[in-house]
C-alpha cells in the first residue's frame, strides 16, 4: 500500500521548478543527456545532474548508458501519464464565469500535433482517435480501450502492427490500448500500445517530423496523404 509519505515524496520532486522543467522536455519520449537537460532547466550541468539522481532514485526517470554518454527519459508511460494530469490541472487556473476558458498550450503548433511521451496528442491524436472509435477498431469508455477483432486486421493491412507475436516480441504488461484525456482538447486521444504503434511507424514513414526540439510535430505532404488514405482524415486545422 503506496504511504502518505510516497505520495508527499513524489510530489516534491515533481513541485521543483528545475524538475518539472526536465520532466516536461521528457515528455516527448526522447533520451537527452543531462547536459541537454541543464539548459532546459537553466541550470548548471551538476545541478541537473544532482535533480536528475533523485528523479532516477524515485523511478520516474531510466538511465540508459551508451559509450560514453549517459540518456536519460522517463521510466515509464504511467510517468507521462501522471505529468500530463497535472499540466491539465495547472492549465485550469480557476477561470471564472464569464471569461474565455483557454485549455492547453498556448503554442498553436503544440495544439494541432504533439507528442505525449510515445503517442500522438493535439488536434492530430484526437482526430485519429475519433475515426477509429467510427470504425470499429477501437471501443473506448472514460478509463479503458479495445482494440477489435477486426481492429487488427485494419490496422495491419495499413502496415500498422499492435500485439506482441514471434518468439522474439518482448512481452509487456502494457495496455494495447487506453484513452489519455488530451490536455489542450479534453477529449481522449489513443495511448498504450496502439498509440505507440501509430506513433512509430508515422515518425518511421516520414509522416511527421518534430519542430524546433520541443513536442510539436510537423506532418509532412506525404504525412497528409497518408492521414487520409489510412485513416480518411482530410485535413488536421
Not at 477489435?148 to 499492435?162: F, M
Request: aromatic share 4%; charged share 25%.
Amino acid at each position: 500500500m503506496v504511504s502518505t509519505n510516497q505520495i508527499a515524496e513524489i510530489g516534491m520532486l515533481v513541485g521543483e521548478p528545475a524538475r518539472a522543467a526536465i520532466l516536461g522536455a521528457l515528455m516527448d519520449g526522447r533520451a537527452l543527456t543531462a547536459t541537454e537537460l541543464s539548459r532546459i532547466a537553466g541550470v548548471t550541468p551538476q545541478t541537473a545532474s544532482s535533480h536528475l539522481a533523485r528523479l532516477t532514485s524515485a523511478n520516474l526517470i531510466a538511465v540508459q548508458k551508451q559509450g560514453r554518454h549517459r540518456y536519460h527519459r522517463l521510466a515509464r508511460p504511467e510517468v507521462a501519464r501522471m505529468l500530463e494530469g497535472i499540466m491539465q490541472i495547472a492549465s485550469n487556473d480557476g477561470a471564472t464565469a464569464g471569461r474565455k476558458v483557454v485549455t492547453g498550450p498556448r503554442d498553436a503548433a503544440m495544439q494541432r500535433a504533439r507528442t505525449c511521451y510515445d503517442h500522438f496528442a493535439g488536434r492530430l491524436g484526437v482526430a485519429i482517435a475519433d475515426q477509429l472509435v467510427g470504425e470499429g477498431v477501437v471501443e473506448l469508455d472514460s478509463e479503458s480501450g479495445l482494440l477489435t477483432e477486426s481492429g487488427t486486421a485494419y490496422l495491419r493491412q495499413r502496415g500498422i502492427e499492435v500485439l506482441d507475436s514471434g518468439p522474439t516480441k518482448r512481452k509487456s504488461s502494457r495496455p494495447v490500448c487506453r484513452p489519455c484525456l488530451d490536455w489542450s482538447e479534453r477529449r481522449p486521444h489513443i495511448a498504450g500500445k496502439l498509440g505507440a504503434a501509430i506513433c512509430t511507424h508515422y515518425f518511421e514513414k516520414g509522416f511527421v517530423r518534430r519542430r524546433n526540439g520541443t513536442r510539436a510535430l510537423e506532418i509532412t505532404p506525404a504525412g497528409t496523404l497518408a492521414l487520409r488514405q489510412m485513416f480518411g482524415i482530410s485535413e488536421i486545422a
